[in-house]
Protein backbone atom coordinates (compact mmCIF):
# COMPACT_ATOMS: atom_id res chain seq x y z
CA UNK A 1 0.00 0.00 0.00
CA UNK A 2 1.12 3.37 -0.52
CA UNK A 3 0.80 6.21 1.87
CA UNK A 4 0.35 9.51 0.44
CA UNK A 5 0.48 13.07 2.89
CA UNK A 6 -1.07 16.19 1.08
CA UNK A 7 -2.62 19.37 1.87
CA UNK A 8 -5.18 19.02 -1.02
CA UNK A 9 -8.06 21.48 -1.00
CA UNK A 10 -11.36 20.19 -1.40
CA UNK A 11 -12.05 20.72 -4.90
CA UNK A 12 -8.51 18.80 -5.19
CA UNK A 13 -9.77 15.53 -3.02
CA UNK A 14 -13.27 16.06 -4.66
CA UNK A 15 -11.32 15.88 -8.17
CA UNK A 16 -9.30 12.77 -7.06
CA UNK A 17 -12.40 10.91 -5.90
CA UNK A 18 -14.72 11.79 -8.83
CA UNK A 19 -11.33 10.23 -10.70
CA UNK A 20 -11.23 7.32 -9.06
CA UNK A 21 -14.50 6.32 -8.87
CA UNK A 22 -14.33 6.29 -12.61
CA UNK A 23 -11.96 4.07 -12.89
CA UNK A 24 -13.50 1.70 -10.65
CA UNK A 25 -16.65 2.07 -12.78
CA UNK A 26 -14.63 1.15 -15.88
CA UNK A 27 -13.55 -1.67 -14.06
CA UNK A 28 -9.61 -0.43 -13.68
CA UNK A 29 -7.20 -2.02 -10.88
CA UNK A 30 -6.95 0.49 -7.75
CA UNK A 31 -3.64 0.66 -6.46
CA UNK A 32 -4.58 0.22 -2.38
CA UNK A 33 -3.36 3.67 -1.27
CA UNK A 34 -4.42 5.92 2.02
CA UNK A 35 -5.06 9.70 2.07
CA UNK A 36 -3.63 11.66 4.93
CA UNK A 37 -4.75 15.30 4.21
CA UNK A 38 -3.71 18.17 6.39
CA UNK A 39 -5.23 22.13 6.61
CA UNK A 40 -1.57 23.13 5.53
CA UNK A 41 1.91 22.40 4.91
CA UNK A 42 3.05 23.81 8.25
CA UNK A 43 1.26 20.69 9.90
CA UNK A 44 2.49 18.36 7.83
CA UNK A 45 6.29 19.36 8.84
CA UNK A 46 4.31 19.81 12.23
CA UNK A 47 3.69 15.75 12.34
CA UNK A 48 6.65 14.59 9.41
CA UNK A 49 9.66 16.06 11.50
CA UNK A 50 12.89 15.07 10.01
CA UNK A 51 13.59 12.55 12.83
CA UNK A 52 10.60 11.33 12.71
CA UNK A 53 11.22 10.83 9.30
CA UNK A 54 14.33 9.05 9.56
CA UNK A 55 12.02 7.04 12.22
CA UNK A 56 9.64 6.38 9.39
CA UNK A 57 12.39 4.90 6.32
CA UNK A 58 13.81 2.62 9.23
CA UNK A 59 10.51 1.43 10.51
CA UNK A 60 10.08 0.57 6.69
CA UNK A 61 12.68 -1.98 6.69
CA UNK A 62 11.74 -4.02 8.74
CA UNK A 63 9.74 -4.20 12.36
CA UNK A 64 11.28 -3.00 15.40
CA UNK A 65 11.07 -2.94 19.06
CA UNK A 66 10.75 0.65 20.49
CA UNK A 67 14.07 0.54 22.20
CA UNK A 68 15.47 -0.90 18.78
CA UNK A 69 14.54 1.84 17.07
CA UNK A 70 16.03 4.19 19.26
CA UNK A 71 19.09 2.11 19.41
CA UNK A 72 19.45 2.09 15.69
CA UNK A 73 18.82 5.92 15.35
CA UNK A 74 21.05 6.68 18.31
CA UNK A 75 18.17 8.69 20.18
CA UNK A 76 16.35 8.81 23.54
CA UNK A 77 13.84 5.73 23.79
CA UNK A 78 11.29 8.14 25.53
CA UNK A 79 11.30 10.90 22.64
CA UNK A 80 11.49 7.53 19.84
CA UNK A 81 8.08 6.40 22.16
CA UNK A 82 6.42 9.79 21.96
CA UNK A 83 7.57 10.15 17.74
CA UNK A 84 5.83 6.85 17.48
CA UNK A 85 2.96 7.39 19.05
CA UNK A 86 2.45 10.76 17.09
CA UNK A 87 2.76 9.02 14.18
CA UNK A 88 0.43 6.13 15.04
CA UNK A 89 -2.02 8.90 15.38
CA UNK A 90 -2.09 9.75 11.72
CA UNK A 91 -1.59 6.53 10.66
CA UNK A 92 1.65 6.15 9.70
CA UNK A 93 2.89 3.65 11.62
CA UNK A 94 1.22 0.85 13.32
CA UNK A 95 2.06 -0.85 16.96
CA UNK A 96 1.45 -4.61 17.92
CA UNK A 97 2.82 -6.19 21.28
CA UNK A 98 4.62 -9.40 21.50
CA UNK A 99 5.64 -11.85 24.55
CA UNK A 100 8.89 -10.81 25.58
CA UNK A 101 9.93 -14.74 27.05
CA UNK A 102 11.55 -13.86 30.26
CA UNK A 103 10.72 -10.31 30.42
CA UNK A 104 7.28 -9.58 29.47
CA UNK A 105 5.60 -7.72 26.85
CA UNK A 106 7.42 -5.77 24.11
CA UNK A 107 5.75 -2.86 21.62
CA UNK A 108 7.01 -3.54 18.27
CA UNK A 109 6.82 -0.68 16.20
CA UNK A 110 5.47 -1.67 11.86
CA UNK A 111 5.03 0.85 8.86
CA UNK A 112 1.81 1.14 7.40
CA UNK A 113 2.99 1.41 4.37
CA UNK A 114 5.84 0.49 1.71
CA UNK A 115 6.11 3.97 0.28
CA UNK A 116 5.39 7.33 1.46
CA UNK A 117 4.49 10.15 -0.83
CA UNK A 118 4.63 13.40 0.41
CA UNK A 119 3.33 16.21 -1.69
CA UNK A 120 2.82 19.73 -0.53
CA UNK A 121 1.55 22.95 -2.04
CA UNK A 122 2.25 26.58 -0.64
Given at each position: M?????N??????????????????R????V?Q??????????????L?TE?????IL????SY????L???????P??????V???E?YG?LR??E???PG????????S?S?????????
Amino acid sequence: MKLVVTNDSFEEVAKRSGERAKRLARGEKIVSQKTINFESPFDIFEVLTTERMRLCILARTKSYSVSGLAAALKRDPKSVRRDVLKLEKYGVLRTREEINPGHGRVKIVESTSKSLQLRTTF
